[in-house]
């Protein structure tokens, strides 16, 4: 874990893009896209249909590995409004022993218009004065913590362009990466991502690298 401050609070950054706030004892994910692969295959695009245990495999693991007792899912939790329905038993066993575990919550997106299995589903909540919703609020001035765009910071090194997740942070907002197994990205510093996290002084992506935290600055208000 890469620990780290925001809001006054203490964060840690977990490998595979989760987050983690131990005063709450709560692991925050967001876009787990359960039942990616199971919507494309019924338009005829076969892919490997084990996305769902995937991601709710290293959910298990990075539960285990902090003891959260809470979990915060921040929105497009499955891809489709059927998508709770097409779960296999497996993975729907998988899924009904975490939200049995914990104090699971489904914050609703953009791709949720179905019922949810287990847990409690909101819109949006407010948790020791931090806003968790699924899409960030332009203008928001109260912290606020959120998914939607699978963030990604691309370097380029030695001629190679090299991509990876990551959290992009102002003063006010953190937005993370997608969780789910099957998920693209959009580049951290494209327009619309400076757009959801205004106001700010400056906008960075936050990479965990080898234990330490690093940051790359994305966007820097004008003097």
């Known amino acids: 874990m890469v620990p780290f401050s925001f809001a006054g609070e203490?964060?840690?950054l977990l490998p595979?893009?989760?987050l983690y706030w131990p005063r709450e004892s709560a692991l925050l994910v967001a876009d787990l896209h359960l039942e990616k692969a199971s919507f494309y295959a019924r338009f005829g695009q076969l892919l490997p249909p084990y996305d769902s245990r995937e991601t709710l495999a290293r959910v298990a693991a990075a539960i285990r590995?902090?003891?959260a007792r809470r979990v915060f899912c921040l929105g497009d939790n499955f891809h489709d409004a059927d998508g709770a329905a097409r779960l296999e038993p497996h993975a729907a066993g998988m899924l009904d022993a975490l939200t049995c575990a914990t104090d699971w919550v489904w914050v609703a997106g953009n791709h949720d218009r179905g019922q949810v299995p287990g847990g409690t589903a909101l819109d949006e909540l407010e948790v020791a004065g931090l806003i968790l919703r699924h899409e960030a609020l332009a203008g928001e001035r109260r912290p606020e913590l959120s998914g939607h765009?699978?963030?990604q910071f691309k370097l380029v090194t030695r001629g190679r362009a090299i991509r990876r997740p990551c959290t992009v942070a102002?003063?006010?907002k953190l937005i993370l990466p997608a969780f789910g197994a099957l998920t693209g990205g959009m580049d951290a510093a494209d327009p619309a991502i400076i757009a959801a996290m205004?106001?700010?002084r400056a906008?960075?992506?936050l990479l965990g690298v080898?234990?330490?935290l690093v940051q790359y600055p994305l966007w820097r208000a004008a003097a």
């Open 170 to 172: 102002s003063e006010r």
């Open 210 to 212: 080898q234990g330490k």
């Open 10 to 12: 203490e964060m840690a």
């Open 203 to 205: 906008v960075d992506a």
């Open 198 to 200: 205004q106001p700010a």
């Open 65 to 67: 590995v902090t003891g």
């Open 16 to 18: 595979g893009n989760a």
């Open 149 to 151: 765009y699978h963030p």
